[in-house]
């Protein structure tokens, strides 16, 4: 698959990906909050970060084009309809410029986005994302990719639970888990394997340097993919971060320590 990134990412507000009508909510009152769920979730991934967020914050959720109830798009698509889309919510929800956070493929479509439209974007979140992947970062996730199209997602989605969550949330909310597997499931398969996709390949490092917009980068101590190492670096190149590492964590932040998240983006949007 071609890079779709570094390929064609357009710069100054310039889009040619045609956008759909995803489907999105809005609550709290404040200053706008953008929030960007990641592959085969939904906007509901955001439950445990709403109560101290729409505090502060009008919220804006959505999900993703073929997540949750947005519709199904009509054969493949790349970084650029994602962006697309967001910029259509933003126009819908007419806020002219908006806080943006977005966690593991979310993480990418916001600085994706504050790269096409930096006027728009008063502060980013990355969270649980990936940039400067090494040959052997990238063959271990395209490696996950190749198997879930030769076996099948849901033979091969079980063995990334130990990945998402740590022991101890695996067996004291394994209702979470199961839940978080079945969304996953009930996910079309051609629209996860696309994301998936758009995921493994996208490589931020060409642009990051030029997104301006300041920006909290988040990860869990113990997140296999998108770890400290590759998160040291995202924020070494954006030219106003911060990095927290939150200890003993993985992947799925949002579900496991969503209040400590929301913490940590509210107290990094208040100091700007």
Known sequence: ?????????????????????????????????????????????????????????????????????????????????????????????????????????????????????????LSLGLLSTAAFRTREDRQKVLAVVNAMEDRGIPNVLETLTNRWFTDVFIQTHGDVVRQRLDQVISTDPDVFLNVFRIYSTTEMAPWLHEVTAPSLVLTGENDDGCNPRLNKLIAATLPVSQLQILPG????????????????????????
């Not at 040619?16 to 769920?37: K, N, R």
């Not at 509901?44 to 505090?55: D, E, Q, R, V």
């Not at 804006?60 to 650029?80: A, C, K, M, N, Q």
């Not at 579900?255 to 990094?268: I, M, N, Q, S």
């Open 1 to 121: 698959m071609t890079d779709r990134v570094t390929g064609s990412r357009k710069k100054g507000g310039v889009m040619t990906a045609e956008a759909i009508d995803c489907a999105y909510s809005v609550a709290g009152e404040g200053p706008p909050l953008f929030l960007i769920h990641g592959i085969g979730a939904a906007r509901n991934t955001w439950a445990k970060l709403m109560p101290l967020l729409t505090s502060y914050y009008t919220v804006v959720t959505y999900d993703l084009r073929g997540h949750g109830i947005s519709p199904l798009p009509e054969g493949e698509f790349g970084l650029d309809e994602l962006v697309a889309d967001m910029e259509a919510i933003r126009i819908k929800t007419g806020f002219e410029k908006a806080h943006v956070a977005g966690h593991s493929l979310g993480g990418m479509i916001g600085p994706a986005y504050a790269y096409a439209f930096p006027d728009r974007v």
């Open 249 to 272: 964590y993985k992947h799925s932040l949002l579900l496991e320590a969503g209040e400590d998240v929301a913490k940590h983006l509210h107290k990094f949007i208040q100091s700007l």
